[in-house]
């Protein structure tokens, strides 16, 4: 398999789980456990790589929710809630700057993937069959939103899922599937927003060096996660207009079940 074709269908696999309840950070993490999967050998570059994925993600926000984001200086529905989130996103930049190391070198651990992604798809799933389901976005309080951009913390443990963990909140709040999925998409652009805007930063500055091959790596990687996470936002918003996040609990499940299947064989790196 050839490096590109590696960078194609990591892309993917950012664009479809970073918007989906089955956790980004955990399926990359898994994936490159995978026997000859690995595209940077340097963990420096293979860090860049994942950051330039979320710049992907971040596109697909941003393209998705245009209308959305295009309301929010002027309609107080959207309005009320820029200061929340601003104040709750403070904690998570601390928590990861704090901790970053520690996740990276501790929390990457397939077992320690495979237990969260089991965990909070039970979550979720309980969540999901007893929130009451009856707060649409105008009936959305500013501490809703608050808790809910706070829990992404939550979300830096691999396996946990941003999506999944802010739906989650915002189901046990109250809030109908729809109101949760689309207030989790619309939250998390300044969190995924910081990383590849950052890592842009310092290529411009010349801090960060890629060669040839590395730059086209990360540009079919970033148009990939895109195009996959486009299509995810997409499908997921109509998806829980009339079905509930069970099918995305079993998946959670199996995936964790067979995570261990496959260590305790010894076709899964730890």
């Known amino acids: 398999m050839t490096d590109l074709l590696k960078a194609t269908i990591l892309g993917i696999v950012q664009g479809?789980?970073?918007?989906?309840?089955?956790?980004s950070s955990g399926h990359l993490a898994l994936a490159k456990k995978l026997p000859g999967f690995a595209i940077f050998a340097n963990p420096h570059l293979d860090k860049m790589f994942d950051v330039a994925l979320h710049g992907g993600t971040l596109l697909a926000l941003l393209i998705y929710f245009r209308p959305d984001l295009a309301r929010i200086g002027h309609e107080p529905t959207y309005r009320r809630f820029i200061l929340p989130v601003l104040i709750a996103t403070l904690p998570i930049a601390l928590v990861m700057?704090?901790?970053?190391k520690t996740i990276e070198k501790d929390l990457n651990l397939a077992v320690m993937v495979a237990?969260?992604?089991?965990?909070f798809g039970i979550v979720l799933w309980l969540a999901d069959r007893y929130g009451r389901k009856t707060r649409d976005?105008?009936?959305?309080r500013r501490w809703d939103v608050m808790l809910m951009?706070?829990?992404?913390?939550?979300?830096?443990i691999p396996g946990v899922s941003r999506s999944g963990i802010t739906m989650t909140t915002g189901?046990?709040?109250?809030?109908?599937?729809?109101?949760a999925v689309r207030l989790s998409f619309l939250l998390s652009i300044p969190a995924v927003a910081g990383p590849p805007l950052l890592f842009a930063y310092r290529v411009v500055r010349g801090e960060e060096m890629l060669t040839h091959s590395g730059v086209e790596m990360l540009a079919v990687g970033v148009i990939a996660a895109a195009v996959s996470g486009y299509a995810a936002i997409s499908y997921l918003l109509k998806f829980?207009?009339?079905?509930s996040f069970t099918p995305f609990m079993v998946y959670r499940v199996l995936l964790g079940l067979a995570v261990f299947a496959?260590?305790?064989a010894g076709m899964l790196q730890r």
């Open 115 to 119: 237990i969260p992604m089991i965990l």
């Open 149 to 156: 951009t706070l829990s992404q913390a939550v979300a830096l």
């Open 240 to 243: 829980v207009q009339t079905k």
């Open 262 to 264: 496959l260590l305790a």
């Open 97 to 100: 700057a704090l901790f970053e």
């Open 171 to 179: 189901l046990l709040q109250g809030m109908t599937r729809e109101t």
């Open 16 to 23: 479809l789980t970073e918007f989906l309840p089955i956790s």
């Open 137 to 140: 976005l105008p009936r959305v």
